[in-house]
Each structure stands twice: as C-alpha cells, then as structure tokens.
C-alpha cells in the first residue's frame, strides 16, 4: 500500500533553514509528480510546491517562490523541501501527498511535519 | 489565481439528515478539475471527489460530486456519525493549485 512518512519539522527561529523529507513506499516513485501542501493552525490548506517525476519541472506558491526548493532521489524513494529565510507566517503543518497521475489531485498524502517559526 | 468560496461555512446537521455544501470558483475550473476532501482533527485529508463527479476508491456512494464552471456541490445523502468533519474543495485545471477555506459539518 502507499505510505508517505515525512520528517523534518520542528521549532526554528525565523530566517533560519529547515530541511523536510519525505520517505515513500508501495508504488514507484519514479513515475508520480509530487506535492508539498501546508496547513497553518487552524487554517485551511495551501499547496506550496510540485516537482514532476524526474525532476524536469517544479512550481512553487508565490508565497514561497525564491525561499523554498523542492526536489527528489528517486534512488531513494524520498522527496525534500529545503525551506530558506522562514517566518513566522510558515508555521504550518507540512503534508506530502502523491497526485493521481496526468491529474493534481491528491489521492494520498502522509501524515505531515508540524514546522514551528518563532524566535 | 482561481479563488475558491465555501458555503456555508458551517453546517450543523443531525446524523441521517443530507447536506449540500457548495463551492464557487472566481473563474471556471477547466474540465472540471474539481476535487473534495474530508479532513478529520489531527489527520490527513482523504480524498472524496475527483473530476467534479467520480469517487475516489473506496468512498462510500452517499458521498456524490455535482457541478461545472464555477459551481460545484458536495452532497452527503445521509449523514453517518464518522461524517462530521470539515470538507475542502480544490481546483487543479490551472496552476497554482487552490483550495476553498474549507465547510466544517458539525452535529446538530
């Protein structure tokens, strides 16, 4: 079955780095696009970025455009999100979630990080 | 950017009751590329609706997606216990992806 165990998140003070990870299991990887969506507390969801399968195209929110980098081992089945120069206003918790393939919604997602900025 | 409203924001329902809970796009969702999620306290969202109509698998047939352009409508014929959760729509005919800011059903 699909499992997707992201890792990572913590408490870090703002404009500091954070590397989040995302290990999966029971599909191939290599053929899925993959997402990072966020939810603040409380708050509803946004989706954050998305890298294609071998790693050719990536799109990012404008709230995160030129701070965050997504990217992907297919060798290891994992997929990061390097997130640069935090503020508070990125305390959420971060989901990955693997598309229903040629589409963008999200079949399955893991369980998410919680990712704390405050100094 | 497509904006996505919810309405109402919150529905307070009896278990066995039927709700409908809508959707509007700022402009139309292309193809229908329309999805609804289920979204529990603590978990993950779960996938109800794709393509504005299909069910994902293994959701049960009293959940049903209707709608096109800029109006959609989530329905649940009758409500179960495990039902009272808060429900998202979102669009993914254009990037970015969008969500709605989300209908939370709750027990009258």
């Known amino acids: 079955q699909v499992q997707l165990v992201e890792s990572g998140g913590g408490l870090v003070k703002p404009g500091r780095s954070l590397r989040l990870s995302c290990a999966a299991s029971?599909?191939?990887?290599?053929?899925?696009?993959m997402s990072w969506i966020r939810q603040a507390p409380g708050k509803g969801l946004e989706w954050v970025s998305y890298?294609?399968?071998?790693?050719?195209?990536?799109n990012y929110a404008d709230s995160v455009k030129g701070r965050f980098t997504i990217s992907r081992d297919n060798a290891k089945n994992s997929l990061y999100l390097q997130m640069n120069s935090l503020r508070a206003e990125d305390t959420a918790v971060y989901y990955c979630?693997?598309?229903?393939?040629?589409?963008?919604?999200?079949?399955?997602w893991g369980q998410g990080t919680l990712v704390t900025v405050s100094s | 950017e497509i904006v996505l409203t919810q309405s109402p924001g919150t529905l307070s329902l009896s278990p066995g009751e039927r709700a409908t809970l809508s959707c509007r796009a700022s402009?139309?969702?292309?193809?229908?590329?329309l999805a609804w999620y289920q979204q529990k306290p603590g978990q993950a969202p779960r996938l109800l609706i794709y393509?504005?109509?299909s069910r994902a698998t293994g959701i049960p047939d009293r959940f049903s997606g209707s709608g096109s352009g800029t109006d959609f409508t989530l329905t649940i014929s009758r409500l179960e216990p495990e039902d009272f959760a808060v429900y998202y729509c979102?669009?993914?005919?254009?990037?970015?992806?969008?969500f709605g800011p989300g209908t939370k059903v709750d027990i009258k």
């Open positions: 979630a693997r598309d229903r393939p040629y589409y963008g919604d999200f079949p399955y």
């Open positions: 979102q669009q993914y005919g254009s990037s970015p992806l969008t």
């Open positions: 029971g599909f191939t990887f290599s053929d899925y696009y």
């Open positions: 393509g504005a109509s």
């Open positions: 402009q139309s969702v292309s193809s229908s590329y």
């Open positions: 890298i294609s399968s071998s790693s050719s195209y990536t």
